[in-house]
C-alpha cells in the first residue's frame, strides 16, 4: 500500500495567491482528516471527513480556508487568498477505525 | 480546552536507559490511546496503541501503561537508542460515532550516546 499521498510535497507562494493542497488516502479508509502544524500551536485538527462527508470543520481557521472530498479517493484543501501566517505543514491523514495513518505533509510557505 | 495534555515539550536520556514519557487527558469517553512519532519533515508515524479497557500495551522495546483512575498514560522506551529521537505525540480517540483523534502537544525525546 503506497499510504496516504499528499501534494505538493513543498510550495512557496506570495501573499494573496490561491494554495490548493492535495490528498490522496489509503485505499478503504473511510475517514479523511486535515491538520496543520506549527510551532506555536502544534498538531491541530482542521476538519475532517467521514464517508466523503464533512463531520467536524471547527478547526478551520477563517473563510479563506476550505476544503472538499469529491469521492473517497481524493480531498483538497484550499487557502484564498492566503496569507503569511498561513505558513505551516499540513498533513493530510485516512482511518479506518481506531488508528490514523498520515501523509508526510505538505509544507506551505507564504511570503 | 486542551483534552490531551504532554507537560513535558522535551527530554534528555542516555542511550541503554529507559524513556518515560508521560501523558493526560481530562475526556474519559476516550476509547483508545495513541503514540505517534515524528521525525523532522516527515508525517507523524503511528507507534502503539491502547484500549481504554486495558492497563498495558507491549511491542518489543515499548510499552504504554494506562491509568484510568489518574487518567493518566505512559510510554517506556526500553533500551532507549539514538533513533528514537524524534517528537512523540500522545493522542486520544472516541469510537463512537463521529471519530475525532485529539493530539497532545508533543514531547523531542534526545538519545544521547
Known amino acids: 500500500d503506497a499510504g496516504v499521498i499528499q501534494s505538493p510535497r513543498h510550495e512557496v507562494t506570495e501573499m494573496g495567491q490561491e494554495v490548493t493542497l492535495r490528498c490522496k488516502p489509503i485505499s478503504g479508509h473511510n475517514s479523511l482528516f486535515w491538520y496543520r502544524q506549527t510551532m506555536m500551536r502544534g498538531l491541530e485538527l482542521l476538519i475532517y471527513?467521514?464517508?466523503?462527508?464533512?463531520?467536524?470543520d471547527s478547526g478551520m481557521p477563517e473563510d479563506r480556508f476550505s476544503a472538499k472530498m469529491p469521492n473517497a479517493s481524493f480531498s483538497t484543501l484550499k487557502i484564498q487568498p492566503s496569507e503569511p501566517r498561513d505558513s505551516a505543514v499540513y498533513f493530510c491523514a485516512s482511518s479506518p477505525r481506531n488508528t490514523i495513518y498520515f501523509g508526510e505533509g505538505s509544507w506551505l510557505t507564504v511570503v | 480546552d486542551q483534552q490531551v495534555k504532554q507537560n513535558s515539550p522535551s527530554l534528555s536520556v542516555q542511550e541503554g536507559r529507559i524513556s518515560i514519557l508521560n501523558c493526560d487527558y481530562t475526556?474519559?469517553?476516550?476509547?483508545?490511546f495513541l503514540w505517534y512519532k515524528k521525525y523532522p519533515a516527515e508525517g507523524p508515524t503511528f507507534l502503539i496503541s491502547i484500549s481504554s479497557i486495558k492497563d498495558k500495551n507491549e511491542d518489543g522495546r515499548f510499552t504504554v501503561f494506562l491509568n484510568k483512575s489518574a487518567k493518566h498514560l505512559s510510554l517506556h522506551i526500553v533500551p532507549s537508542q539514538p533513533g528514537d529521537s524524534a517528537v512523540y505525540f500522545c493522542?486520544?480517540?472516541?469510537?463512537?460515532?463521529?471519530?475525532?483523534?485529539?493530539f497532545g502537544q508533543g514531547t523531542r525525546l534526545t538519545i544521547n550516546p
Open positions: 493522542a486520544a480517540i472516541i469510537i463512537q460515532g463521529a471519530q475525532k483523534l485529539v
Open positions: 471527513f467521514n464517508n466523503n462527508v464533512p463531520i467536524d
Open positions: 475526556n474519559s469517553m476516550f476509547d483508545y
